[in-house]
C-alpha cells in the first residue's frame, strides 16, 4: 500500500524504497481498460451481422465494415466513402502508407507520382519533441529525418517552409496537430494554414495523426482547423493523410484505426492494400460500432477517462510545483490533452536524470526518444507518461523524477 510521499523525502530515501514504477509508456490503465468491458462481456450480444446482413465472420469487405466507416466519418469530419476502416493500429497504416510511398509513389498531378525510393534519397520533418515510434518508421524504411523545433502552437512554420520550399527531396512530416507526443501542442489555424498552403514536391504528404482528437484532459474539447478543407483550399486537396484509432478509446491495441483521405489517396491505399490482406476484423468493427454508437456515446466515454487520467495529470504538476518552481532552467507543460507531460531540464541534465530515476526503481523514457535518431541537441527533455500506474504510484514517481533531476543539476554543478 502506497502513501503519501513524506515532505522531507530525499534522493537516498526515495531509493531506498525499492520502487518498481514505470513511467515511460503512455499506456491506458487497467481502470480505463475496464470501462470498455461490455465489448468482450456482450460480445455475444453484438452479433455477427451487418447492418446490410453481412455475416462479419467472413472475408471481404476490404475497406471496412460500412458502419465503421461511417462512425469514422462522424467523429472525423469527412465523407465516408473517403474513409478506410482497417485494423487494429494507426500507427500500421502509417507505416504501410509511408512504405506504399517508398515503393509506389503516390498520387501527383495528372498522374501518379515516382515512387519516393526512386527519387534518390527522400527526407521526412520531424517536429521535435516528438512521437519515438514515427521517428522509428522513418529510421526503419531509411527515410532521412530533418527535425523542426515544436512551439506551443505547432511546429516552427518559418522553419518548415525555409526547408520545403528547396528541397523536393522532403517528401512528408510528421503531424500530431492535437495534444502533440509528447509537448501537448495544439497546432493553431494560421499554423495549419502554412501547412497546407506552402509550396512543396508535388508528392508531399502531411501524416496527420489525430492519435488525441477524442482525448481531452479539461472540459473543454480542443480541435483544430479542419486539414482537409485548408488543402483544398490552398489547391493541395491530396495533400493530407489522416490517422487516427480507437486504441485509446476502449482497447490499447484491441480497437481498429481509420485512414482518411482525398478520394485519389483512398483508391490510391486501396490498390495497394488490396495485396496485403483480404480485409480487416469486421467482427471486431461491428463490436465497436455498437458499441460506441455515435459522438455523444463517445464523449460520454471519454469524460469517464478524463475523470481517472486527470488527477494523475493534476499530482504530476503538483508535485512539480512543490519541487521544482523557481529551479532554474526547469520548466514543464500542463496539458491540456493527450497523454503526456514534457519536463525540459537544464541542458545536459535529462540523460542524467534518467539514469538516477532508473538506479530508484523508476523506468522512464530513454532522454533523447522524442527526437529524431534519439538525440536531444541539448539532452533536455524527459517525457512523462502518468497514465498508466495508480494514482498513488504517479505521486510517488513524480518525487521521484523531482528528485532524481535535483540530484542530476546538483552533479553538475560540482
Ligand atoms: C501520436 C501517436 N500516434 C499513434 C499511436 C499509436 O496508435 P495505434 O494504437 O492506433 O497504433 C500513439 C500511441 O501512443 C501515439 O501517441
Known amino acids: 500500500m502506497l502513501m503519501s510521499p513524506p515532505v522531507d523525502l530525499t534522493y537516498e530515501r526515495f531509493q531506498q524504497l525499492q520502487l518498481r514504477l514505470d513511467m515511460s509508456r503512455g499506456k491506458p490503465s487497467p481502470e480505463q481498460l475496464d470501462l470498455s468491458q461490455a465489448l468482450i462481456d456482450e460480445a455475444g450480444q453484438a452479433g455477427y451481422l451487418a447492418r446490410d446482413g453481412f455475416d462479419c465472420r467472413n472475408y471481404g469487405l476490404p475497406s471496412g465494415l460500412p458502419e465503421a466507416r461511417e462512425l469514422g466519418a462522424e467523429l472525423l469530419g469527412v465523407p465516408a466513402a473517403q474513409v478506410i476502416a482497417a485494423g487494429n493500429s494507426s500507427l500500421e497504416l ?74 523536393p527531396s522532403i517528401k512528408g512530416m510528421w503531424c500530431v496537430p492535437l495534444y502533440s507526443n509528447p509537448t501537448g501542442a495544439i497546432w493553431s489555424d494560421d499554423a495549419i494554414r502554412r501547412l497546407a498552403a506552402m509550396p512543396a514536391a508535388p508528392d508531399f504528404r502531411l501524416f496527420w495523426d489525430d492519435a488525441y482528437r477524442f482525448h481531452h484532459l479539461t472540459e473543454e474539447a480542443h480541435a483544430t482547423l479542419d486539414v482537409f478543407e485548408a488543402c483544398a483550399a490552398a489547391g493541395h486537396a491530396e495533400r493530407a493523410l489522416m490517422f487516427a484509432s480507437l486504441s485509446k478509446v476502449t482497447f490499447g491495441g484491441g480497437a481498429f484505426a481509420w485512414l482518411a483521405a482525398a478520394q485519389r489517396n483512398v483508391a490510391w491505399w486501396q490498390k495497394h492494400a488490396a495485396v496485403r490482406t483480404i480485409g480487416p476484423d469486421k467482427l471486431n468493427q461491428l463490436r465497436h460500432v455498437r458499441f460506441l454508437r455515435d459522438r455523444a456515446t463517445l464523449t460520454a466515454l471519454m469524460s469517464c477517462h478524463r475523470a481517472l487520467l486527470k488527477p494523475k495529470f493534476d499530482a504530476v504538476d503538483e508535485v512539480f510545483r512543490t519541487r521544482l518552481a523557481g529551479v532554474p532552467g526547469v520548466s514543464w507543460n500542463v496539458p491540456r490533452g493527450g497523454y503526456f507531460i514534457s519536463l525540459y531540464a537544464p541542458e545536459g541534465c535529462a540523460r542524467r536524470t534518467v539514469e538516477l530515476a532508473a538506479q530508484a526503481g523508476l523506468i522512464l523514457t530513454p532522454a533523447g526518444a522524442a527526437y529524431p535518431y534519439g538525440v536531444d541537441p541539448q539532452d533536455s527533455h524527459l517525457r512523462i507518461a502518468p497514465s498508466f500506474p495508480s494514482l498513488d504510484e504517479v505521486r510517488l514517481a513524480a518525487e521521484g523524477i523531482a528528485l532524481s533531476l535535483l540530484r542530476a543539476i546538483d552533479e553538475r554543478r560540482q
Do not use: S
Request: one cysteine or more; glycine letters at 10%; a negative charge.
Open 94 to 167: 502509417m507505416h504501410d502508407a509511408l512504405t506504399f510511398a517508398l515503393l509506389h509513389g503516390v498520387p501527383a498531378g495528372e498522374g501518379a507520382g515516382a515512387p519516393w525510393r526512386a527519387q534518390g534519397e527522400i527526407a521526412f520533418l520531424c517536429p521535435a519533441p516528438g512521437y519515438d515510434r514515427h521517428f522509428a518508421i522513418c529510421e526503419a524504411l531509411g527515410v532521412r529525418m530533418i527535425a523542426v523545433p515544436m512551439r506551443e502552437d505547432g511546429p516552427d512554420m518559418d522553419r518548415v517552409e525555409a526547408l520545403v520550399r528547396d528541397d
